[in-house]
Each structure stands twice: as structure tokens, then as C-alpha cells.
């Protein structure tokens, strides 16, 4: 029989999930996933809106010198009674059979954010299981390598949480990720919780001297915390403390979490180059593998795609070479004026915005030299004009909701995309 949820259970808000935009659950079948199947089921909604996915890994081989392949019976063996565990893990849970579980072979990691990223999916769920030491050597704590490859929020769930957090705190650091971690931390917290938007400072306390011009490190602090409260649409039953704190940011963090008995410590991941996302951070590496409650990653990815922050799913239309010119004519007619972000993802700098809060002049292609520019600016200012041109075009989407009105437009070139996402 299903679990029947008290309102303290679920979030106030939601993540919205849809069936075009599920929240995927990351199962082994295992306990220490158990979590995952309870809170991702909850944040989703309905069951439409969810996607229980398990990947069973390829099988070890002795080593490097072994070349004897692993007979294709024990392959069907083992991914059988992975479907049963996950089937039984998800009965035992929910009381249901009716939820759609789709199993998978390959690296973990890498294939859960891929089908995340195809799926368009609003968050990935998956349990707090606890590694030893060799799988820090080998490079196989699955949640942490999940974080680092994944382009949409990932929520790491503790044992024994069974409903939404209650509280909650938010590493902010004044960067697009710390703020779309607390925009998030919203959306999962229960009603009547309580969202600490908590700063770390150096440890230097000259910084919090005051200086010749009457002002402080704690006092502009203060104001900038402030001014990211302001900026979240608090529902009137939610509250949200300041906290300031100094020293090492991961000891700080984990002892006041500890201290008010949080449920969830949210952090936002930076995208500063190829080595910093292998290495995520070691803030949020260090609070990955020692927090005691859940731990909610967003990575700059998902904080740069504002079209994921919208609540209906953006529609894809992908274009055929011959439509590219006379598309993107249509496309500069219908959105010339409008203001945007300009994003470049590349897998070897990450997401970048390259351009923020400019209108857009036009779009246009040149099949002669396999170019799209873009073309920014004040209307009548001819000395502010900002010009993007793209080579290497792989394939133009334009993304709308489903009012038909334009979303985004999305370049493929490479291996990487540039992304031009609306403000409004």
C-alpha cells in the first residue's frame, strides 16, 4: 500500500516537474538508495514526471593484461537481477509497481547525466552512499562524478530522509550558482521551514575592520546577502537568515548545518575551465563526502540555462540547412529588441556568458563561409554594437513555449553550443 504523505512532507513550491522535463531517480536497488526513490518521488509530483533509471556497470576484468570477455549470459544475468532488485526496491517504497524503470549498461555517471541532458530533465535525485578510500583512488564515488559531469541540479539524499527539508542552508558566494542554489533550496523546502543563506569570510579578520570609507567587509556582506533575499520571492511562510561566518568555508558550513540541525546544505559549482570542473570544487567535494544530511549541487550549466527556470517545457525545433537563412530572417524580425543572455558551453571551458542584457539586432547565416552572427545593441546607437560570429555550424534549434513565443536559440558547432536565452 502507498505511503500516504503528511502536508510537512512536500515542498510548498515544487521543482514542477513535467513529463518533458521528468526529475530522474539514480537507483542501484540498494538501501542506500532507498532515499532517493522517496524524496525524488515526492519532488516530482506525479508519477508521470519521474524516471527511475539504473545502469549496471561493465563487468571488472582482473586486469589491463586480461583479455578474456565476460560470456554475454552472465551480462543478461546480472542486468535480470538488477531489474528485480529495482523493481522490489520500488514496491517496497511506494506500493506500486506502475513506475517505469529503464535500465541501462555503462559507466554510471556518465550515463545517468547523459540521459538527464537528452531528457531535459529538471533535476537528478540519487542516494548519499558513503565510499571508501580506494573509491577515492579509482575515481568511483558515483554521486561526486555524477556532480561533475552533470548539466542539471543533482540532490544527494541522506539515509532516513523521508520528506522534504525542513532546513536548510546555502553556501552563497555571490556567484550565478550560489544564487540559483537558494532559488532552488525554495522550491524543496516545507512549508514553514527555514532557508539560511550562509557566507563564509576570509579568515583575515582586518576585513572586517572598518576602512577609511566607513564600510566593512561583514557590512557589504550584509548588504549583498540582503540583496539576494530580496531577489527570491520568499513565500510568507518561509524564512530566510543571514548568516555570516569565517574561516575555512567547508568546516564552517558542515559545523553550522550540524548546529541547526539542517536536512540539506545547497551549493552552486563553478565552470571556470576544463580542471575546475573535474575537480568541482573542494568545497562542495569536501561537504559531498562528509555531510551527514543531503547535499544539493547546482552546476554552472543549469545556473546559465535560464530557459530551465521556466515552468512550461520549452518545445525544440530543430531546422533543416536549407531553413537556416530564411529561419533566422523570421527569428530576428520576431525577437529584434528583445534583451539577452549569450552563453558559450564548451567541454573544455565550460559555460561562459559572453553577452548579458543586450538586445538583439539579428541573426543571420552565410553558407559560404559556414557562419552565424549575431549582432547586438541599442537600436539607433551606433557606437555600442557587439558582433558574434560562429563558425563550424553543426545545427540551429529554436526553442519556444508553447505559446509559440521564442525562448532561445541554440547554435551547435564542435563539440560545444552557444546559446542566445531571452530575459523575458
Known amino acids: 500500500m502507498t505511503a500516504q504523505l503528511i502536508p510537512s512532507d512536500a515542498p510548498e513550491l515544487g521543482i514542477r516537474a513535467l513529463r518533458a522535463a521528468p526529475v530522474i531517480i539514480a537507483t542501484d536497488g540498494h538501501e542506500q538508495s532507498d532515499p532517493a526513490i522517496v524524496v525524488g518521488r515526492l519532488l516530482a509530483g506525479t508519477d508521470d514526471a519521474l524516471r527511475v533509471v539504473t545502469v549496471v556497470p561493465p563487468f571488472p576484468t582482473v586486469g589491463p593484461e586480461s583479455s578474456e570477455r565476460v ?18 526496491q520500488v514496491r517496497r517504497l511506494c506500493g506500486t509497481s506502475e513506475l517505469d524503470i529503464v535500465l541501462y549498461a555503462g559507466d554510471p555517471a556518465a550515463t545517468i547525466a ?47 530522509q523521508r520528506h522534504a527539508p525542513h532546513r536548510v542552508v546555502v553556501a552563497i558566494d555571490f556567484s550565478e550558482t550560489s544564487l540559483r542554489a537558494a532559488r532552488h533550496s525554495l522550491d524543496l523546502v516545507a512549508p514553514g521551514g527555514t532557508i539560511y543563506l550562509a557566507h563564509v569570510a576570509p579568515r583575515e579578520s582586518t576585513l572586517y575592520e572598518r576602512t577609511g570609507t566607513g564600510s566593512s567587509y561583514k557590512h557589504d556582506a550584509g548588504d549583498a546577502l540582503q540583496k539576494i ?3 527570491l520571492h520568499v513565500p510568507a511562510d518561509i524564512i530566510v537568515q543571514r548568516i555570516l561566518l569565517q574561516g575555512d568555508p567547508t568546516t564552517e558550513l558542515l559545523a553550522f548545518a550540524s548546529s541547526v540541525n539542517a536536512d540539506l546544505i545547497a551549493t552552486g559549482s ?10 568541482v570544487g573542494s568545497v562542495t567535494t569536501r561537504i559531498l563526502r ?22 512550461e517545457p520549452p518545445v525544440v525545433h530543430s531546422l533543416a ?18 534583451r539577452g543572455t549569450l552563453e558559450v558551453d564548451d567541454p573544455e571551458i565550460g559555460a561562459q556568458a559572453q553577452e548579458n542584457d543586450y538586445p ?24 555600442r554594437h557587439l558582433t558574434r560570429s560562429i563558425g563550424g555550424v553543426a545545427g540551429i534549434d529554436v526553442l519556444r513555449d508553447g505559446r509559440g513565443r521564442d525562448l532561445a536559440l541554440r ?9 542566445l536565452t531571452f530575459a523575458e
Open 270 to 279: 563553478h565552470g571556470r575551465g576544463f580542471m575546475a570542473r573535474m575537480l
Open 114 to 160: 547523459g540521459i538527464a541532458q537528452d531528457a531535459n530533465a529538471s533535476m537528478i535525485v540519487a542516494g548519499l552512499g558513503r565510499h571508501r578510500v580506494m573509491d577515492r583512488l579509482f575515481g568511483s564515488e558515483t554521486a561526486l562524478r555524477l556532480i561533475r559531469l552533470a548539466g542539471v541540479p543533482v540532490l544527494v539524499v541522506a539515509k532516513g
Open 321 to 338: 540547412e536549407s531553413e537556416w537563412i530564411t529561419t533566422l530572417d523570421e527569428f530576428t524580425r520576431r525577437n529584434i529588441g528583445r
Open 411 to 419: 547554435i551547435a558547432h564542435g563539440a560545444g553550443q552557444t546559446l
Open 290 to 311: 562528509t555531510a551527514t544530511c543531503s547535499v544539493l549541487c547546482v552546476p554552472h550549466r543549469a545556473a546559465m540555462t535560464r530557459m530551465r527556470t521556466t515552468a
Open 229 to 231: 533575499r530580496e531577489q
Open 360 to 383: 538583439l539586432l539579428g541573426a543571420t547565416y552565410d553558407p559560404h563561409d559556414d557562419h552565424v552572427v549575431l549582432m547586438f545593441g541599442e537600436l539607433g546607437d551606433v557606437c
Open 71 to 88: 560470456p554475454s549470459d552472465v551480462d543478461v544475468v546480472r542486468r535480470g537481477e538488477r531489474k528485480r532488485s529495482v523493481s522490489e
